[in-house]
């Protein structure tokens, strides 16, 4: 069996993590829990990326050695793991001993072969970005975009990988593999940037300059530039685990795609004979009024409180169903809790405790068998209903629109409360006749029924508070998912429990004391 290997972009440890990093460990997350659900063999891979100038810089600014400083940021973004409930199977941190002897052998392997050779480098560098600047980078005024930071102009010798020669190459290869980005609009925008010619690639920094890197195993005097050490994780973390290479998907943000992750990268690749990813995901940025969000704004870090104050669940939902992938979304207390209220309280959350409660109070706590005589056109629409919207669901999930998955799904939650209204079983509880009696038996199976399909649908996204639900609702899980996403009776005689607040209402916020 073939591994479904998928990583996020490594977190570069100089700052905290922030909504963003959030945001694609959940979105890889659902990813990656959806192929395990269908049987498949899956590795997830994150880390932190932590070489640099920058981050040999911020060490010196606190007082502390680069190991030392990269070492209490790392952890911060490993400890966001678990608090996310992300399914990760490693974490990667380029400082580790066995990155760095995959990244000095590739190298070797490179220079051996002619792909990296010395020369004069001349020409502008920017401390911010990490990268040698040309002159086409310059605003049309002549200024440097504010973005580089601090541009100085500099003239040294260094190492320099042929990435201009593979340019016909890539050109070619993206041709051919017209779905290698998602989305499809992301490629053409690759497209367009090769349209220019391609500059070798600078892939050292002297030590003198810079000591926080790999050095060169054919110079020691050098450390590697610090994109060719960080891309290089992806392969450094399975490089002796036979049958995981090469990586199925790598999610990435769009301010990394162009040229790292789709230029760079599969040049690097290419020139050391491995093979190919199947394809990139890019995603867009979380803004808040229309402005990104980022640790340098000082917008985006306060957005994981949400996470203490209504749960994992909570967050990841809002996440995947509020960002198309590939577009921006904007971030706002107001637009969270109108989905936490609207669709997790008073759909979802009602949903479960209606079923529980009325189960509990007219069939003794057991879901009892449905009558098919009693079956109506009610029933027999919400079943076509959710066979039109399970394949839609996961259609919608294979293509990475789970935006719209949760929007499909959650209207099938909402058709469920509406049947429940429209029967109510409540009425129907208070009558003696056999007929009202065989309807609310068949009311209360359908309710625990249909609870269960949207609940099964919802695992990826919604881990904990779906097993919270299965487990109210008596009945162990079978291995495949796909098989529990059909209609059935499975939970006839199932014992259920009497009730579940799986989202509680936020407290109403605290009018300010008078002076």
């Not at 959030?22 to 990813?31: G, M, P, S």
């Not at 990296?116 to 975009?145: C, H, V």
Request: glycine residues 6%; charged residues 20%; hydrophobic residues 40%.
């Amino acid at each position: 069996m073939s591994t479904f290997f998928i990583t996020t972009a490594i977190d570069y440890a100089n700052g905290s993590p922030h909504l963003g990093h959030a945001y694609e460990k959940v979105l890889t997350d659902v990813i990656a829990r959806l192929h395990r659900l269908r049987g498949e063999q899956v590795f997830f891979l994150t880390g932190t990326d932590e070489h640099g100038q920058k981050v040999q810089m911020s060490a010196r600014q606190q007082g502390t050695d680069p190991q030392a400083y990269v070492d209490r940021v790392s952890q911060e973004f490993r400890d966001l793991l678990p608090k996310l409930n992300i399914s990760n199977d490693d974490f990667i941190r380029t400082t580790e001993e066995r990155h760095k002897q995959v990244v000095r052998r590739v190298l070797q392997d490179l220079f051996d072969r002619g792909e990296i050779y010395r020369a004069e480098y001349r020409g502008f560098y920017s401390t911010l970005q990490e990268q040698f600047l040309q002159e086409k980078d310059r605003n049309p005024d002549g200024t440097w975009p504010a973005n580089f930071g601090e541009v100085t102009e500099i003239v040294e010798p260094n190492y320099f990988f042929k990435l201009g020669a593979y340019q016909g190459w890539l050109i070619e290869f993206l041709q051919q593999n017209e779905d290698f980005v998602f989305p499809k609009y992301r490629q053409k925008q690759v497209l367009e940037f090769l349209k220019e010619p391609l500059n070798d690639l600078c892939i050292s920094r002297p030590r003198e300059r810079l000591e926080w890197g790999i050095p060169l195993p054919f110079d020691e005097q050098y450390v590697t530039y610090v994109w060719f050490d960080a891309l290089l994780n992806y392969y450094s973390a399975v490089a002796d685990r036979p049958g995981i290479w090469p990586a199925t998907y790598h999610v990435i943000g769009k301010d990394i795609l162009v040229p790292p992750h789709a230029v760079y990268w599969p040049i690097m690749l290419h020139a050391a004979q491995l093979a190919l990813p199947k394809g990139l995901i890019v995603h867009g940025w979380w803004t808040t009024s229309g402005a990104k969000m980022s640790k340098s704004a000082g917008n985006a870090q306060t957005s994981l409180s949400y996470v203490d104050e209504f749960g994992a669940d909570a967050f990841r939902y809002f996440l995947l169903r509020e960002m198309n992938v590939g577009q921006d979304s904007d971030f706002s207390r107001e637009q969270f809790l109108v989905r936490y209220e609207a669709d997790l309280a008073n759909n979802l959350g009602n949903l479960v405790n209606r079923t529980l409660n009325m189960t509990t109070r007219f069939a003794a706590g057991v879901v009892p068998v449905a009558d098919g005589a009693a079956w109506s056109g009610e029933e027999r629409e919400l079943k076509a209903l959710w066979e039109a919207t399970g394949p839609e669901f996961i259609a919608l999930c294979d293509g990475f629109q789970f935006h719209q998955a949760l929007d499909r799904l959650f209207a099938f939650i909402r058709a469920i409360n509406a049947y429940i209204e429209k029967l109510a079983p409540w009425k129907l509880g208070k009558s003696a006749a056999p007929a009202d009696q065989a309807r609310l038996r068949t009311a209360l199976a359908v309710m625990a029924e249909t609870l269960r399909l949207a609940a099964t649908a919802l695992e990826p996204f919604m881990p904990a508070s779906t097993e919270k639900i299965h487990a109210v609702l008596g009945r162990s899980l079978p291995a495949a998912w796909t098989l529990r996403l059909n209609w059935g009776d499975s939970l006839t005689g199932s014992a259920v429990a009497p009730a579940l607040v799986l989202f509680p209402r936020p407290a109403p916020p605290v009018p300010p004391a008078k002076a």
